[in-house]
């Protein structure tokens, strides 16, 4: 805990470090938008950052955040973000592929088990990415992570693929990974939702499994619906804090360094903070639910299952040749 605590606190303190600058002028106040709540691990790092700009921009410039959705779902954060009436948010992968779809590479199901494939992978795309995302009118301040995904479910345990079959499945508007995986499974037929309606079906139980990350689950109050947990890993779930680029550039030049530094070392504190949350959720889900752990066997279901969904959408939803970069960088 102590060692957990002060590789987060180290790395947020880069938020913080460098003098103010001597900017002068009436405060621009820029918008953002999240799904996280307020006191979560992401809205603890986002209050720094907020400090952060204001010190650096010596008052000039001020971040406000509007939390738990307040803006919308992520895909309603996007088109505000394209009309002005947002200048940044917090979004995970769901979010970003609705700029930029092949960025749900970094999301293929079984493609990515640790924390070092991931991030080998995503560095070495982080340029094209970038460049992408820069393309399309946004700017990614800092790249960050919502943590590992695990199969949870409602009242019955999910060993192998085949128990998934005629379950209250869903997937959220706008993935396409999801709805393939089911396809590939047989005999399920998932919701499409959107985020907040997710914690109405599970409490009605019109959805009794999902596909998340621990943090989240307890973060967005999934878990208090759930009871079983299968302890494999399906994936890993991304996300970034994104500007828009048109909002970037009306800022005076300083200011501009003072968001993107900043903005980069929020990315950075979010990385050492929700990874170390992610586990210490994921050890207090293992202790109060139903907790099965894959036989060899079972794991060569799900990889087939995952190997059969991802060549599906290979050169039909994802470009080819970006698909192939993100699976040699898994190797």
């Known amino acids: 805990m102590i060692r957990r605590s002060l590789a987060f ?3 947020a303190s880069a938020l913080i470090a460098a003098s103010p600058s001597p900017a002068d002028a009436d405060t621009v106040t820029l918008t953002v938008g999240t799904l996280a709540p307020a006191e979560s691990p992401w809205g603890k790092v986002f209050k720094i950052w907020k400090k952060a700009v204001g010190l650096r921009t010596n008052g000039a410039v001020d971040l406000q955040f509007f939390w738990n959705g307040q803006q919308g779902d992520e895909g309603a954060m996007v088109g505000k973000m394209r009309t002005g ?18 960025v749900l590479v970094l999301q293929l199901p079984g ?22 995302f820069d393309r399309q009118g946004f700017k990614v301040l800092g790249w960050g992570d919502v943590g590992m995904a695990h199969i949870m479910s409602k009242g019955f345990e999910v060993k192998t693929p085949e128990d998934l079959k005629h379950r209250n499945t869903f997937f959220i ?19 499409q939702v959107s985020v907040p309606e997710i914690l109405t079906g599970l409490t009605a139980n019109t959805i009794n499994v999902v596909n998340v990350p ?11 619906r759930l009871d079983h947990i299968n302890t494999a890993v399906t994936g890993i779930g991304i996300g970034a804090l994104l500007f828009t680029s048109a909002k970037i550039n009306s800022l005076p030049a300083d200011a501009q360094t003072a968001l993107l530094e900043s903005g980069k070392a929020a990315g950075d504190a979010l990385t050492v903070s929700i990874r170390n949350e992610d586990a210490a959720a994921f050890t207090r889900l293992k202790a109060r639910m139903v907790t099965y752990d894959p036989t060899p066997a079972d794991q060569a279901a799900w990889d087939r299952v995952f190997a059969d969904t991802r060549s599906r959408l290979r050169g039909t939803t994802f470009n080819a040749q970006v698909f192939d970069e ?3 960088l898994s190797q």
């Open 85 to 102: 009436q947002l200048d940044g948010a917090a979004v995970t992968a769901n979010g970003l592929s609705m700029i930029y779809k092949d």
């Open 9 to 11: 606190l180290a790395a």
């Open 214 to 224: 621990a943090l989240a689950a307890e973060q967005l109050q999934w878990a208090s």
């Open 111 to 132: 493609l990515y088990r640790d924390w070092g494939k991931l991030d080998n992978a995503r560095n070495g795309m982080r340029s094209k990415l970038d460049a992408e």
């Open 173 to 191: 508007a706008g993935d396409p990974i999801e709805p393939m995986f089911y396809s590939v499974v047989g005999d399920v037929t998932p919701k």
């Open 326 to 328: 993100a699976v040699r």
